[in-house]
């Protein structure tokens, strides 16, 4: 914290080194170090600047998922930094606590960015969560789980997509936190879990291998009114939620990601991913627990707009090919957003392929999916959400960060070979 009170980050990405397997090294990217990056956090009302500096050896951007700035600070497309040069972004820190999550995002190359191993959680608190009876303990008893797909040729990263994959790369193995077949020990009786699907192109149905219920607190923009007891919970890359797990003592269970039933037909479900399983991590419980109180009945009331004020509603058709029948355009702004209104955006994907949709700047609510109101880990704040095919999704989203016309912010379908070769739009807020 300087002076002023900003809390201050520094972050460097630069090339490096990592051994996976067998003793022999792959080039990674990391910020600060190897591989990934460190979790940032700030507090809500905080006012806080990242020292952004590139290290490596071609111009990249930071941009911070679902985070609420202005367009200028958003590191998307726009905000270029060369290598050898530093950014530095800041802002107020002004919405709730949630996990959000940071990562490269130039212009066509998102995709390689973030495969090399560029990506890392940004944790956000806030006073009424803190004093609700959730586990907090960072590493400890509230653990971030970065889940990430991987291949190998040798000992070395293959992101070869093969020629049946229409979604990008799909990795034949997961690793959490950078970590291949990674275990856990819990010592407490219930842990959270913050879970980030920073795969490129996979999404995954988490659940356990002895199907037990836990209880869904969080989803991409913070907590839930209440929690959800459910089994399964699908997340497509980009999404992140939050979940407490209840443990015996002395017993074992799997984090897995399961096949998935609304994934597409079936050279979807069989090229594309959706007939795949993970063993992504163990959690072994000591013999001893540590009591945790229950979770909370009632975790608060998300700050995300029920539709009511809409003053226009706007329609998103995607498609590999572009958003709206276009593909992206540096200098072509789609959509231009009044400040301080609300609108309904329907996004329609009829492409036969999975997709799904995030709005940067904001946090949505998800109204209706095919015209029904929405289950599970639909029903919390959003700012990405899975669009399989077939599917029309229903949001209600308010902007009300301040006026720049000339600076845009993104929308994208966020799998990243999509998106890197243009299935995605730009809006400014005026
Ligand atoms: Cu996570 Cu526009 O990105
Ligand atoms: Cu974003
Ligand atoms: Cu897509």
Known sequence: VDKDGTRVFDLRMRPGHKEFVDGRTTDTWGFNGDHLGPTLRAQRGEKVRVRVHNGLDEASTVHWHGMHLP??????????????????????????????????HPHGATERHVQRGLAGMFILDDPASDRLALPTRYGIDDIPLIVQDVSFDGAAFDHGRGPMQNVGFLGERTMVNGTLSPYRKVADERVRLRLLNASTARTYAFGFSDDRAFDLVGTDGGLLERPAAIERLQLSPGERAEIVVTMRPGERTVLRSYPQDNYGDAWQQRFNGGDDSFDVLQLRAADRLRPSPGTPAELGTPEVPDGTEAVKTRHFDLKRSGINGRAMAMDRVDEIVTRGTTEIWTVRNTNGMPHNFHVHDVQFRVLEVNGEAPSGALRGPK?????PNGTTMKLALRFDGPADPNTPYMYHCHLLYHEDRGMMGQFVVV
Do not use: E, R
């Open 71 to 104: 367009a200028k600070m958003d590191g998307g497309p726009h905000q270029m930094v060369a290598a050898g040069a530093t950014w530095s972004p800041h802002w107020t820190v002004d919405q709730p606590a949630a996990t959000l999550w940071y990562h490269p």
């Open 383 to 387: 700012d990405t959400v899975f669009v």
